[in-house]
């Protein structure tokens, strides 16, 4: 599975789009506070290049990194927020949320972790390591990902079902290898900091269904940005 869930609502329906859209421009909001300028500001710009991949309009770009910088005059402050519990079956996972209402959020996060368990922080982080996440396509047929790898300088990679790779780097590195990854034959969809499981549980079918229901309900939530789980498979 990766280190991130990844939601099966299909990204071609227009509300899926949209909350797509709108998870970006959180994060780019967040990113512009160090600076409206990408090339100046390696988060922002790698944000950007992610918005622009699922197909951004401009103009919401745009604007995203003018109020995520203070060059508009609208009061929305966004704040991150990270929670750690577990799902069924003692499965660890991290939320990720970006949220202009604390008390909002947390009381949604409790809510939804009624079929798990809500625990405190750093209660699961142990069991992950927190790495530069990079997923990416080889351009053609054929191409060594552990070659890339070591070219690019990532510490580690993981082979996707979908035909990607993740490649992982020390977070200092990110922006390093994702800029070097190109000239080794992959296009570069995604690039964070994220969480990696140590230790992935192991499930049967009906467990594994009952975890990915949960799984889900958090990932839909409007002030969830992103969920990593200990999960096999």
């Known amino acids: 599975m990766g280190a991130q869930w990844k939601t ?23 990113a512009a506070r160090a600076g409206a300028d990408p090339e100046m500001n390696s988060k922002l710009r790698m944000t950007i290049e992610q918005a622009k991949k699922a197909s951004m309009p401009r103009d ?19 704040e991150k927020v990270t929670y750690e519990g577990f799902a069924p079956h003692r499965v660890p996972v991290i939320v990720e949320c970006l949220t202009d209402n604390v008390n909002r959020t947390v009381t949604n996060i409790r809510i939804l972790f009624r079929k798990g368990q809500l625990g405190t922080s750093g209660s699961v982080a142990w069991d992950f390591d927190h790495l530069g996440l990079i997923e990416a396509t080889p351009d053609k047929p054929g191409l060594d990902a552990e070659a890339a790898a070591i070219e690019a300088g990532a510490s580690d990679l993981e082979a996707n079902a979908d035909g990607s790779t993740t490649f992982y780097t020390a ?63």
């Open 8 to 30: 099966k609502i299909k990204e071609t329906t227009a509300a899926a789009k949209g909350k797509v859209f709108t998870k970006l421009a959180k994060e780019i909001m967040i």
């Open 60 to 78: 919401t770009i745009e604007r995203a990194v003018k109020k995520g910088a203070g060059l508009l005059d609208e009061g929305v402050h966004y």
């Open 171 to 233: 977070p200092t590195d990110l922006d390093a290898v994702t800029r070097a990854l190109p000239a080794q034959g992959f296009t570069v969809h995604t690039a964070k900091i994220g969480w990696r499981p140590k230790n992935p549980v192991t499930l049967g079918a009906a467990e594994r269904t009952e975890v990915e229901a949960f799984l889900d309900a958090i990932d839909g939530d409007d002030d969830v940005q992103n969920v990593y789980v200990g999960l096999a498979g």
